[in-house]
């Protein structure tokens, strides 16, 4: 038929997370609906699109910084799988793995290091479309919170 099919212009082993690239936002309230902090992520290409990297901030009410984060989204050679390393203010660390990838909802593992060197080892759902995703991590060992979320993240960008 003439047409040629277009290639990313990106490492293709990172296709199924290509959607995060570009500005996100979540409100986190407390329990009694207040707000606690809103967080902005910037996802971009870098390492001549070899890689993911995400920029986190997290803003309390009253403008302060609540948190920061730097994540690394990678192939990883060895196993054959997509990786993440997130590097957390406050010495928390977390690695994370993709184990399913589907058009709307993914899988990962998630190994958390908490400030105090305790490790928990959670299962990381998330569900996406072009304009929002969402994440909850649901603990399967070790120390830490019973469950994270979830959290409902908005394209700003």
């Known amino acids: 038929d003439g047409e040629s099919e277009v290639k990313p212009d990106y ?3 990172l296709e199924p997370i290509a959607w995060m690239v570009g500005e996100w936002e979540s409100k986190h309230m407390s329990a009694t609906g207040e707000l606690r902090k809103t967080r902005r992520l910037s996802v971009n290409w870098a390492a001549n ?16 910084t609540a948190e920061a984060a730097i994540v690394t989204y990678y192939w ?18 977390e690695e994370v793995t993709l184990l ?6 993914q899988v990962w593992e998630s190994k958390m290091v908490f ?17 929002s995703y969402t994440m909850g991590w649901s603990k399967i060992s070790g120390s830490g919170p ?3 979320g979830p959290f409902e993240h908005t394209r700003i960008k």
Do not use: H, M, W
């Open 76 to 93: 990883n050679p060895q196993t054959k799988k997509i990786n993440a390393r997130a590097l957390f203010s406050g010495s928390f660390i």
């Open 11 to 13: 490492n293709p082993r």
């Open 115 to 131: 400030a105090d060197g305790n490790q928990g080892l959670y299962k990381l759902k998330v569900t996406y479309n072009e304009d």
């Open 146 to 148: 019973q469950d994270f």
């Open 49 to 64: 699109k070899q890689v993911l990297v995400e920029n986190l901030t997290g803003t309390k009410p009253d403008g302060t």
């Open 100 to 105: 399913e990838a589907g058009d709307t909802e």
